[in-house]
């Protein structure tokens, strides 16, 4: 009996709703949704749309949100705006608003935002759970540092979350990888006490000149969620701190040999992979030199994997190069070659014009376009991996 040959090459779809974009943090806030237009319009420009399945998603709803978070947060949520906020209420700074640096800034149609690229992520998921698609991707979301009852660092909703428990209606393990900047705390926090979930977060970590650390402050390589023996979680958190200036070469083959032990090991269901385009040279708050391919060599690693994938978004403070990154990991998925010459009859061309490096192009030189000296020597990688590797041993019990 022959069975029926699945064509060849990945079903893929996207899912984005466009009402996203019009959502403003502030004028100097490093966050710009705006980005999203600009990839959204790289990736029609090159025709991918041609390649995948495209959905526009409904807003999730307050109960599909209440799935991970707190009711009294996002009833705070839901009804906070610019003009009836009151930065003096105790609610307002317990629930993560304010500070010094106001990285959650509270602005017209937050509720908006937070549940639609929440719900583009459900339904993302949705479409590997049934079948629709074996790769998934939602470039609106991944906030991975938002808390159950609280905003943190430009995150208000973890839609990485409330994707990953849908996952696991149908599937016994997730893994969650996260190759933006910063640590993914909020995700690895939601599931340290479960066996089910396993978070892989590679990122800067350590001071700055000024002696401050680097958003959010944790990740180093000996927090691997609880160690006591009784918790099932143990064992289930794999943080890979890595130091300013981190090159193509070093990323890529410590992407490889650690992420490759760790899907050998935790064997799972599904993958989920935060794309964070912040870890690129040139980005506005990142440290790290990767170039495009670099980045998207990940994404490629990962699909190689021929497990059911989700692809989200994150971080990215260059908004040209996040367009770029996310055009190109799109690209990746549908198995097509983009021409680094950028189409033509381009909408915003001007946005990805004028660079010292590259205007013009889809794959700019971005490695030194801020010189962040490298800090990353063999032997402190050798060092991590070896950690890592050594980590690994308490997932046999
Ligand atoms: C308003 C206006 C807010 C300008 C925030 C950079 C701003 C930052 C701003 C900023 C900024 C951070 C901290 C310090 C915590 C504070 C999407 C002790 C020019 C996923 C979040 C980084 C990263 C938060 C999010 C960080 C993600 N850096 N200008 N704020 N306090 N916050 O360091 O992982 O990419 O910078
Ligand atoms: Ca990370
Ligand atoms: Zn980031």
């Known amino acids: 009996v022959y069975g029926i040959e699945k064509p060849q090459g990945y079903s893929v779809s996207f899912h984005y709703n466009p009402l996203v974009e019009y959502h403003h943090f502030g004028s100097s806030h490093p966050m710009k949704p705006w980005r999203l237009t600009l990839t959204k319009q790289l990736i029609l420009a090159y025709g991918l749309e041609y390649a995948m ?35 003096e209420k105790e609610e307002y700074l317990n629930f993560g608003f304010g500070g010094e640096s106001n990285d959650c800034p509270v602005f ?7 549940s639609l690229y ?13 079948g629709q698609s074996d790769i998934a991707i939602n470039w609106s979301g991944g906030l991975h540092h938002a808390k159950k009852n609280a905003a943190s660092g430009f995150c208000y909703v973890n839609d990485i979350v409330l994707a990953i428990q849908h996952l696991l209606t149908q599937n016994q393990r997730v893994l969650y990888i996260d190759i933006d900047v910063h640590h993914g705390d909020g ?32 990740g180093n390589i000996n927090e691997m969620g ?44 599904a993958i989920v992979l935060q ?38 978004g994150g971080g990215g403070y260059t908004p040209r190069n996040v367009a770029r990154t996310w055009c190109h990991e799109t690209a990746v998925c549908v198995d097509a070659q983009l021409h680094n010459h950028l189409p033509t009859h381009l909408p915003y061309l001007q946005a990805f014009q004028g660079e010292e490096n590259g205007g013009g ?28 590797l050594e980590n690994l041993r308490y997932l046999d019990g």
Not at 191 to 210: C, I, P
Not at 361 to 380: F, G, I, M, S
């Open 361 to 388: 192009v889809l794959y700019p030189d971005l490695h030194n376009t801020k010189r962040h000296e490298n800090a990353n020597t063999r032997q402190k990688l050798d060092n991590i991996v070896k950690q890592a």
């Open 226 to 269: 609880p160690t006591d023996p009784s918790n099932r979680g143990k064992g289930h958190s794999l943080n890979i701190p890595l130091d300013d200036g981190i090159d193509d070469d070093q990323y890529t083959w410590i992407f490889k040999t650690v992420t490759g032990a760790v899907v050998a090991k935790y064997n799972p269901n």
């Open 187 to 218: 995700v690895e926090q939601a599931f340290e006490s479960t066996d089910r979930v396993m978070t892989l977060s590679y990122h800067k970590y350590g001071m700055d000149r000024n002696n401050y650390p680097f958003f959010p402050g944790t």
């Open 118 to 130: 929440s719900g583009a992520s459900l339904h993302a998921a949705n479409s590997l759970l049934n």
């Open 53 to 87: 399945e495209l959905h526009e998603p409904r807003s999730a709803s307050f109960e599909e949100l209440a799935i991970f978070h707190d009711r009294e947060y996002l009833d705070f949520l839901k009804h906070i705006t610019p003009q009836n906020m009151d930065p």
């Open 275 to 312: 794309c964070g385009a912040d870890s690129l040279g040139g980005d506005r708050l990142g440290k790290f030199n990767l170039n495009i391919k670099a980045h998207g060599f990940c994404v490629e690693f990962i699909k190689s994997f021929n497990r059911p994938l989700l692809l989200i």
């Open 108 to 114: 017209d149609g937050l509720w908006d935002y937070v």
